[in-house]
């Protein structure tokens, strides 16, 4: 029997004891040596695990077993996410330590995801790239719009944690999702899965395989899948009559994939794949949980009339909403607190609140968003292998198409209407790889090249703002409607990279890894925004920069408005407007970096893995459009450095087999890519005129800011934490798992100065260092299998599987800064959800489940998404958002509620 060398991990001290209590390594059982890795393959190197399923990833670009791959990684099969009801990318966070994946509050068709406390960067344009990067049949997916698809017709997803510098496609900070579907096999097959449900549920997924010839077999697969909103709409106008009643958060998604796999050779194999999709959503909406009154007055009034329609407006009673609608107060007198009982007054904020409250999952909504998106992805994948060398070639065309509303939302008026679009996206790559091994064995390295473009004109967004504090769109400064219009902004990126990684076995139980890469990004954005305010004088007009003046009619929502202003929206660094003729312009960057892996792994024992890495990642640098002043438009490239020590390891406790993998790492993160959301006051006044100072804002005296999400660079940060996952069969017909991580990320300098024609929040805080990132701080996951034969049971079916899965995080940190501390703060939540299945119905391939998810229909929030160092992120909402993080005001706390409990029944035939 090895010696247990704790000496050379120290976390190997833990297995050493457990040694000495009996509680004993698989591989010690056998009490032999594992084989030399000069004589068998990385992948067969310890043999297999007794009691567990072989879990095969390609994290080093060939076939290994999970357990031997030493760095932090979840996989799971079709099988896997059946059982637990993952049917999109965002549920894997129930399943995967460490792993937060949340949709975009505007974009319902938008996921931001985080692994290791590395974020997204917020944005709808192309010119930032993602922490995590993510490939579907190693086809890179720049843009996370298109992700909320369904998974199906899967062989595998896999989940690789921490920096991605080397091998994998395109260079990551935070890691790398790889969803893989089932190639072509040369067997003819298939499967039927009908799926129905409560809230309109009605999924369809197929799929045929057909061999063609010994040497050609094609696949198809089709996935269709409709549910209607979880969020009732309650609105109604009993001034007018008018009602909506469509649910916020209904999908519709078609999805089709095609593939041909053709074998001329033992040798060589070409791949043909073809994805396309399209998504169909009724749009996100916030649910009113209540309102909260602070001290600082609204426009000279009472601080509660903040609060929309609350009280008579500035020089009148009702406000008009950009569709006309009237909108009478909620006080007739507000200093008696009397209420009014005017028919028009039942849309006012304080009345809609009231409304929802006896319904967590509602929204009194005038106006339903909606996006709308279309997706193509055409890959080609050749294969060849010489004498023990293999090569891969990749290329791929992806292409789509965008656009969607989000206009006031979960708000029973309309003042705030944002349309967004990209009406033409194209991505292509290239990508060649060389595996092979030398020194009979002992080597095993991989090399290779990859290229990568994307690009997209005319893609931006369309803003409209009107104040209601005011009683109807007037051509007074601060009462006009203002569109804010980037529709023609676009670019082009373009990235270049070599790399090469080797492992070699220096004793048969001990291995170094060694990589590097070298990245090229080029960066080019073409950045125009214009700002038009209507209805217009030539007195106002004349208020504004560089403004043209139009004495004709502007049309918005049937509605005609007279006169209109039209200037530059952008500034120069010094927050002067620009000229109308220098109003387009195109900014031009290169960033290049080289990055590397190392990594020490050691079998302490067989089937006892243990493990050091160290790797350096990189996201390329970016060119914000969205940004107003050109000297906050480009951000810097971040870097980080992660160390990882971990171990993986098959036990038993008796006879009963145990397995447990955990991790733990830091994180430096230097130079991070943040938004800051900051009040731009170039087009500002305050009431009876002037420019919007700092103490008139602080005041809420400003008409007219904006909200610009600036781009930084936030100085350093660090990131540190553990992931621990177990499994353990108890008795053969039960599987237990239970999973978790812990996060600690802060920054440790992030100031920044203010750039010229931008004010401070009104909080006042320029320097967030010791600033938590918005995410929970403990993740845990638990799930138990029982599954019984038909035999067994009497029952004329093949086996009856019932599983529990759980699912928990902590509360929400985040910068509170300017908010309602603790009302605005998401609360930690359980959800928990139960699957039943019977397979093989009575030999006729058919098999029956039935589900629930959120079985104890847990009220949970999703918090903003926001920026990544301040201005709300990680925060719940509220309304109205010109006072979103203004410390003191008045307003109603909303947030987008979770799914609450559905049912649902399943049918798979099997051919």
Known sequence: MRRCRSVI??????????????????????????????????????????????????????????????????????????????????????????????????????????????RNYPSNNIQFDSATAIYVDGVYLARTQGLAGTLFDVDRVEIEKGPQGTLVGRNSTGGAILYTTIQPQDTFGGYLNLTGGDYGDREVEAAINIPISEKLAVRGAFSYNIRDGYLDNIYANPATGARNATAALGYRKLAGKFSAKLTPTDDFDVIFRADLSEEHDTGSAYHDLGYFVGTVPSQGRSSICGIPGTCNTVGGTTFTDLKGRVIAPYFSNVATQTVNTDPRAYNALLHSVARQA????????????????????????????????????????????????????????DTAQYQFQVPDYN????????????????????????????????????????????????????????????????????????????????????????????????????????????????????????????????????????????????????????????????????????????????????????????????????????????????????????????????????????????????????????????????????????????????????????????????????????????????IPDLTLTYGGSYLHARYTDFSYGLPAGYLLPASGNSNLSGSPFPLPQWQMNASATYTLTGERLGLPVAEVALTANWYWQSKFLANFTGFRFPDQQAAGYGMT?????????????????????????????????????????????????????????????QCVPLPPRMFGFTARYKF
């Open 833 to 893: 959800n139960f699957r039943l299945d019977v397979q093989n119905i009575a030999d006729t391939n058919l098999s029956l489940g039935a589900f629930v998810t959120n079985a104890f229909d847990k009220k949970a929030c999703q918090p903003e998404s926001g920026s990544t160092g301040g201005g709300g992120a990680g925060v719940l909402n509220s309304a109205p958002n010109a006072t979103f993080g203004v410390p003191n005001t008045s307003g109603t706390l």
């Open 9 to 118: 991990f120290p976390l190997t001290a833990a297995i050493c004891a457990g040694a000495a209590a009996g509680l004993t390594p698989l591989g010690m059982v056998a009490a032999q040596s594992p084989p030399s890795g000069a004589q068998l393959s990385v992948a067969d190197r310890a043999g297999n695990s007794p009691g567990f399923e072989e879990i095969i990833v390609t994290a080093r670009r060939r076939p290994e077993r999970v357990q031997d791959v030493p760095i932090a990684i979840d996989s799971f099969s079709q099988a896997d996410l059946d059982a637990k009801r993952i049917r999109t990318l965002q549920d894997l966070k129930t399943v995967s330590p460490s792993v937060y994946i949340q949709a975009d509050q505007f974009q319902q068709d938008t996921v931001n995801v985080t692994i290791r406390g590395l």
């Open 427 to 730: 991505a292509y790559s290239s990508e060649v790889s060389v595996n092979g091994t030398d020194f009979n064995g002992r080597l095993k390295w991989t090399a290779g090249f990859f290229y990568f473009r994307e690009e997209a004109n005319n893609q931006g967004s369309a803003m409209y703002l009107y104040s209601p504090n005011f009683p109807q769109p007037a051509a007074i400064a601060g009462h006009q409607i203002t569109l804010t219009d980037t529709t023609r902004n676009g670019g082009t990126n373009e990235s270049y990279a070599g790399y090469a990684q080797a492992t070699y076995s220096i004793l048969p139980d001990l291995r170094l890894t060694a990589g590097v890469r070298y990245t090229i990004d080029e960066r080019d954005a073409n950045i125009a925004a214009t700002s038009v305010r209507f209805p217009a004088t030539p007195a106002t007009n004349a208020a504004v920069a560089n403004s043209q003046f139009n004495p004709g009619s502007i049309m918005l929502n049937g509605i005609a408005y007279q006169g209109f202003s039209t200037s530059c929206a952008l500034t120069g660094a010094e927050g002067k407007v620009l000229k109308p003729s220098e109003c387009a312009f195109n900014v031009s960057k290169q960033f290049e970096r080289p990055t590397w892996t190392l990594a020490l792994d050691y079998d302490l024992f067989e089937h006892t893995l243990v493990y050091f890495t160290t790797r350096s990642g990189y996201r390329t640098g970016a060119i914000n459009t969205g940004a107003t002043n050109a000297s906050v438009t480009v951000a810097r490239p971040e870097t980080v450095q992660d160390y990882e020590i971990g171990l993986k390891s098959d036990w038993q406790i008796g006879t009963v087999p145990v397995r447990t993998n955990f991790a733990l790492y830091n994180t430096e993160y230097q130079n991070i890519q943040v938004q800051i959301a900051l009040p731009n006051a170039t087009f500002a006044s305050v009431v009876g005129g002037g420019p919007c100072t700092q103490p008139a804002l602080n005041a809420a005296l400003c008409n007219g800011t904006t909200t610009d999400n600036v781009t930084l660079n936030a100085k350093s940060a660090r990131i540190y934490g553990y992931e621990w996952d177990f499994e353990v069969k108890p």
């Open 358 to 413: 006896s319904n967590f999952w509602s929204t009194d909504q005038a106006d339903s968003n909606s996006d709308v998106d279309h997706f193509q992805t055409y890959s080609l994948e050749a294969n060849k292998s010489f004498d023990g060398v293999n090569v891969k070639w990749l290329g791929s065309y992806r292409t789509y198409d965008s656009v969607g509303t989000a206009i006031s939302r979960g708000l029973p008026y």
